[in-house]
């Protein structure tokens, strides 16, 4: 029993295709004395794993003559000329194959490939029907070997397999839609998924798969996709070189990938072959920074090929204007400025957000850091220069959130801002100085912060200090006094003891055992930050958390006024006796006269009691357990 696809020809199965269509064959043999005329396919790939191309190359001579004449094309698609054709245009010609190209000027649109598969249609048609025709993106593909190893691999694959179009097979899958992806056959090596950009068959294959030209919204197509839906559709028609013998599709040239340029040829080990027609996909022709320079894999190759060509086609900058049909004017042809190119791309891809593939490379790169911060001191010179004036200095703010944020996902960080709003006639510019009108002023950063929109990007910098840090203990006494702003690094810290997840136990009780005492001082009883949340805290945790507020101006002028230390005096025999245990602390926060009136109360409560504060105060600090930051 014969399989279908074979004939019975004097005995031995053939495969179909020997037969059809390419009778008669009318061929004549040559005589070759240095080699065997006709490579077994061991001796074969032994040849190609060792690069030997030129070997094969002149083993292959004895092929010419039974080839029934049978032409190669070279058939290329392009709507604008760009230097990058040069990978193709200069491979080919050295290799005796010469491109000719469709599209010019046909459109602008890349998305809208219609165009390309006419082309190629268009391009058959004016061919014999027995022709082979390569047709090869233009701007990333290269030839690596003549005719004669092009026409033999492609003629072995179209009788092993019966089908007369092969296309380079790639890694990735593109555009995956209509489940093509999914539906591809698995692969025995990774290049599993049509790549339109390479493609070599039979004149007479495409005139059939192109009967007629796409027209209208047909012709608005990704010509990938089309090509993979007739694939799909028609199995039996297009082979996929996924083993790389006649044509392969490249990531990269890399030892890890498998690929190595030898012998003037491309190894790509896994599949164990040397393939003629190579096409850079992808990352293949994709901008890569090396050594602050930009390059792509298709121009390393390119370049270690054909230094000479690649020196004076793609290397150096040519910087013009094109004039209409009649002029370029060239202002400048010579080496590179890359430096200058790096920082610009640099800061496009640091400041300006900027998504593409030199950002991949370049944006947390060392040279863009040293390169950023060179143009920052150059601006903040010039600035300088300019206005006469300093850069706005930093300002520090305490964090008011726990270190599991607001969010309780670590993810953000909360202030506490007081806007600033001053009436008064210091430095006021054009009021006449010292003595001249008052002027309302307002702090620079505080409103700043304050009119910060959602949304908004801010600079930032910290932290700096670690002076109100909680002790590790959880069992202690804190006493922690603030006033105004004050609150925010205390808030922080009843965040972390009252109310964060991370800090309590499995049954939902706080970790925190001891006490926590507040005494927060504001002006009026609006003024009171976070209010409600102590207030929820004294109310769930009464035996570990007290809070007492002074307000010191409500009322009338003639009411005493209302201080943290007047609140502290009325409970210092409580206070006192907490502050002579070993395990309690004194954290205390906000504007500069806090800390002498603190200082103040507890030195008088000492003398009340016959102590002396100042040891009680030197043991504390000497032990870590006094912290106090006021601005
Ligand atoms: C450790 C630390 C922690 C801090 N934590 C906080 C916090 O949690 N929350 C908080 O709100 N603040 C905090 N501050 C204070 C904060 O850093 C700022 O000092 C405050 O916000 C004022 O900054 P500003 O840029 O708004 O004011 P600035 O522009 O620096 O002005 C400062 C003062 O000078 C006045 N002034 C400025 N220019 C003029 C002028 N031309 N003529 C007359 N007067 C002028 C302003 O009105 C203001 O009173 C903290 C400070 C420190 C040191």
Redesign the pocket.
Known sequence: MLEDGWRLHRGKQIPWNLFSPKVPFHATVVANHQLPRVLSPATREAGESCGQAPAEEAAATSDLSLRNQTQLHLMTFMFTIQRHFAYLQVSAESQQIFPQVMGLGKSKDWGKMGDKINAIRAFASSKDDQDVMIVADAFDTLVLAGQLEILRKFEELESESGRSIVFNAEVACFPDSDSICEKTPPAKHRWRYLNAGLMVGRVHAFKTILPEPLQGEDKEVNDQWWWQIYRRDHPDKILLDTECKLLCSLFAVTEEEGVILEGRRLHVRPTGTVPPLIHFASYGHRTRWVNGRSTSYVQDVFRQLFPQESASLMEGWWIGIRVGSSHDLKIYEGPGWWRLLTSAICLQCDLGGVESDDCKYLRHSVTCFWLNLGWFLLLLVLSFCVTGERPAKL????I?SSRSGDDQRSKTLS????R???V?E????GGGGLGGPK?K???????YLCDAQVGEKVVITGPT?NELLLPEESCCNLILVATG?GI?PIRSQLRRLFHDVSAANPDASRKFTGLAWLFYGVRYASCRLYHDEHNSYRAKFPNNFRYNCAISREGSDSAEKEYVQTQMGQHMDELWRLLQLPNTHIYACGVKGLESSLSDCLASAARDRGQDWRELHKAMRTEGRYHV?V?
């Open positions: 300002r520090l703010y305490s008011a202030l506490c801002v007081k600033v709003v001053d008064s210091r430095h006021h510019r002027a002023v307002g702090g620079i950063c505080s409103n200090g702003t925010a930051e601005y």
